[in-house]
């Protein structure tokens, strides 16, 4: 069995500069794509950026020149570093795994609350 363990997040000051972490552990297959979405309250969950065991990385508009993702494909995990984080980023942060079998897992998810 798979666990995605999600760290980091909280309650952060507008402009603040969390960094989230997610580590995969168990039964570990062969990872494609690690990326984080979030869910804001009363919207929809969203791709916030991933990347690819080569490194190719996406990244949703709203995040592109304020956060980096990055990963280690020997620890098998995946960070989200934010900055310049504004209230509209307050939302439950989730880690996603897509496996190299096309099956995928989720974290729990963690909360990013931006405000003064």
């Known amino acids: 069995q798979v666990q995605l363990v999600e760290s980091g997040g909280g309650l952060v000051q507008p402009g603040g500069s969390p960094r989230l972490s997610c580590a995969a552990s168990?039964?570990?297959?062969?990872?494609?794509?690690m990326g984080w979405y979030r869910q804001a309250p009363g919207k929809q969950r969203e791709l916030v950026a991933s990347?690819?065991?080569?490194?190719?990385?996406n990244y949703a508009a709203s995040a592109k020149g304020r956060f980096t993702i990055s990963r280690d494909n020997v620890k098998n995990t995946v960070s989200l570093q934010m900055n310049s984080l504004k209230p509209e980023d307050t939302a439950v942060y989730y880690c996603?795994?897509?496996?190299?079998?096309?099956?995928?897992?989720w974290g729990q998810g963690i909360q990013v609350t931006v405000s003064s």
């Open positions: 990347i690819t065991s080569a490194g190719r990385t």
């Open positions: 168990g039964s570990i297959f062969s990872i494609n794509v």
């Open positions: 996603n795994v897509i496996w190299a079998t096309g099956s995928f897992s």
